[in-house]
């Protein structure tokens, strides 16, 4: 059981905006950065977004984060069939003195 | 560009140790300031933190797996290892390999393929 909580699914239509949120607590996101990872299926993990709104070279400015408080969210502004994918945040947390992934979030684009 | 590439048994017999490789190629696993971890996917669920190790062998290790898990580096072979024992169904996964440090510390910014284990006698 994470303690970062994501919807279990969101969907869109093409070019629409999409959000997703990740709720946490004060030990985690209150503390330290978010990072964001896009799973696309059958294929490992790759870094979205990291330092709360940080995107690396290559990923498309359609991607967005924020922070505000104990939660985040990522947005994919102009949604594309390509982004149908599980998203998942994560964050270092204190208390737990290890890293920690949200529940994660599919995303259908319909 | 770096790489990385896991490798290791695909079936383990329960109560016994899993261990697994991640090979290196594109720079020194002990040039620079980089984290190498491995993180672990049930079937049909979310990410879970396994632990890292910074290249100047400090480790770190996810509370809930710590008292059986064991994370090390070869740096003649440019590789870090995963050991976990005893293992149980609950173990099987797909393993990736990971390194974080290029970006932020904590955020891994190159993954291996992955690698199917499966616990099962």
């Known amino acids: 059981q994470s303690v970062l909580t994501q919807p279990p699914s969101a969907s869109g239509t093409p070019g629409q905006r999409l959000t997703i949120s990740c709720s946490g607590s004060?030990?985690?996101?209150?503390?330290?950065?978010v990072n964001w990872y896009q799973q696309l299926p059958g294929t490992a993990p790759k870094l979205l977004i990291y330092?709360?709104?940080q995107r690396p070279s290559g990923v498309p400015d359609r991607f967005s984060g924020s922070k505000s408080g104990t939660s985040a969210s990522l947005a994919i502004s102009g949604l594309q069939s390509e982004d149908e994918a599980d998203y998942y945040c994560?964050?270092?947390?204190?208390?737990?003195?290890?890293?920690?992934f949200g529940t994660g979030t599919k995303v259908t684009v319909l | 560009q770096l790489q990385l590439q896991e490798s290791g048994p695909g079936l383990v017999k329960p109560s016994e140790t899993l261990s697994l490789t991640c090979t290196v190629s594109g720079d020194s696993i002990s040039s620079s300031n980089y984290y190498w971890g491995w993180i672990r996917q049930p079937p049909g669920k979310g990410l879970e933190w396994i632990g890292n190790i910074f290249y100047s062998g400090s480790t770190y290790y996810n509370p809930s797996l710590k008292s059986r898990v064991t994370i090390s580096v070869d740096t003649s072979k440019n590789q870090f290892s995963l050991q976990l024992s005893p293992v149980t169904a609950a173990d099987t996964a797909v393993y990736y390999c990971?390194?974080?440090?290029?970006?932020?510390?904590?955020?891994?910014?190159?993954w291996g393929q992955g690698t199917t284990v499966t616990v099962s006698s």
């Open positions: 990971a390194m974080s440090g290029y970006y932020s510390p904590y955020a891994m910014d190159v």
């Open positions: 994560a964050v270092w947390d204190d208390s737990l003195n290890g890293y920690v």
């Open positions: 330092s709360n709104n």
């Open positions: 004060s030990s985690n996101i209150g503390r330290n950065t």
